[in-house]
């Protein structure tokens, strides 16, 4: 017997007590874009995942090709009735046993998938108020960079974030540079240049911020780099966005007593939506 909120049958616990998941946050996952029926950046999601569990040392299966991941994930967002948009989130995790050593590397996965009201990225309105987060700091490593199910300390900072008013946070790293957002990745606008923190501070690896690289470089008179952004950095600024797969690209309109423009995020929400047309 377990005690779960009273008493239950242990043989009807085994997801909560055995779940490596739920027990080490041993699990990756992705989540994705559907709209029409297709994955939106599909090789992205897909080779991302497959470098995160090869980084933690799952075991991949022979029939877990890019076909196959495409079509588990549609065959839940049909079956649901969200073909015309929808998020849908794949969790790969390491099955039962052992304790911080598994007694193997195979692995199942779960999908589930809620409807989008919107097929291509809408530009937001209104404020979206952010400052830093600094109770907890975001290691420079590379298991920083993977999307895995250890995200306490993005829950500490929603929660924080909530507290004073804001929108949500700006985490920093170990050496106190800023390094993403709660939920995606930062971009800086100064001048002409267009920068974001590179992969080696820590950040996530994000499937947007890339497909946002590549649209900026294609823009006349605007440099793009990836470089070290200090918390200074952020109120010399001209303008400020976070990218993310499901909202696209995110305006920042107010960090403390800056407040920003917002004509080149508005810009690639478009370039991002032709792309989205497109293909």
Known sequence: MVNFNGILEAQDSNIITQNRAFLYGDAVFETVKIVNDKILFLEDHYFRLMAAMRIVRM??????????????????????????SARA???VYRNDGGYYLPKNNIISYLVHATA????LYVAPEGDFEVDLYKDFYVSKQLLSTLKTTNKILNVAASIYADE???????????????????????????????TTPPVSEGCINGVMRKQVLE??????????????????????????????VIRGIQPITKYRKKEFVTATAMLLIQKLNDLVIKN
């Open 59 to 84: 075991e991949i299966p022979m029939n877990f090709t890019m076909d196959y991941f495409e079509e588990q994930i549609l065959c839940v967002v049909k079956n649901n009735g969200f073909s015309a």
């Open 89 to 91: 989130r794949i969790t």
């Open 116 to 119: 989008l009201e919107n097929t």
């Open 164 to 194: 004073n008013g804001l929108n949500t946070c700006i985490l920093l790293n170990d050496s106190k540079n800023v390094v993403e957002a709660v939920y995606g990745n930062l971009f800086m606008l100064q001048g002409n240049t267009l």
């Open 215 to 244: 649209l900026a470089k294609k823009i006349e008179n605007l440099e793009v780099i990836e470089a070290v952004i200090s918390p200074f950095d952020l109120q010399k600024a001209d303008e400020l966005f976070l990218t993310n």
